[in-house]
């Protein structure tokens, strides 16, 4: 079992829709990352979280540390917002462990 | 545009060469750590330098080096390639050190083939 797992692998979603994309972990962390993956590889950090909820524009991260559980939300996807988006978490030695990602589609 | 720079864009050489990646963190970052994707493992953790010292190891295989410079910047040197280190190899950029909470800057890739 992977330290650290994604759900949806995949997800496909009509314009203007709420989408939620989750991360569980099973190992002790001092802080969980969401990052964005375009279609040209680049890699761009979206969150830091350590507790509770932060909120950037249309996105908001949550974790729940005792449920090992966080979750990233999208409000009103655009298709601008298709990418891969890729939850990690930060263990012992400042090491990050990387989940496998979850490939959004945002249809118009 | 993270701020962090990554050289070369892409590098294509063949089984058994040795290649040299390079990585300019952002201006005052002393953290610069080095991740791998390929197609079957996605992205893996490599190695961590902070202010010219190594300070954390993940999977990085005995053919792989790396080293920080005085002035901050860091090479990765992968030697004896084979087909499977076809990858993106990323490199990312942070201000704090060991116990550092901060967000880390990631530079564009340099997209590795090995033919």
């Known amino acids: 079992k992977n330290e650290v797992e994604q759900s949806p692998q995949n997800l496909t979603a009509q314009e203007g829709e709420f989408i939620t994309i989750n991360c569980s972990y099973s190992?002790?962390?001092?802080?969980l990352h969401w990052l964005q993956q375009h279609p040209g590889g680049g890699i761009v950090s979206l969150f830091m979280l350590s507790s509770g909820k932060k909120k950037h524009g249309r996105l908001i991260a949550t974790i729940n540390i005792q449920e090992k559980h966080s979750s990233l939300h999208i409000t009103a996807s655009h298709p601008r917002d298709s990418a891969v988006y890729i939850c990690?978490?930060?263990?012992?030695?400042?090491?990050?462990?990387f989940g496998g990602g979850t490939r959004l589609m945002v249809k118009p | 545009d993270s701020g962090v720079t990554q050289t070369p864009k892409h590098l294509i050489t063949a089984t058994g060469q040795r290649v040299t990646l390079r990585c300019s963190p952002r201006?005052?970052?002393?953290?610069v750590y080095w991740y791998q994707q390929s197609l079957d493992q996605g992205l893996q953790f490599l190695i961590q330098y902070y202010n010219g010292e190594e300070r954390a190891k993940g999977n990085i295989l005995e053919r792989f080096s790396a080293q920080q410079f005085p002035d901050l910047h860091s090479e990765l040197n992968l030697s004896s390639l084979e087909l499977g280190d076809s990858a993106l190899y990323f490199c990312a950029s942070a201000d704090g050190g060991r116990a550092s909470y901060n967000e880390q800057f990631f530079g564009p890739g340099t997209r590795l083939t090995v033919l």
């Open positions: 990690a978490v930060r263990g012992a030695g400042n090491m990050l462990t």
């Open positions: 201006s005052g970052d002393l953290s």
């Open positions: 190992v002790g962390i001092s802080a």
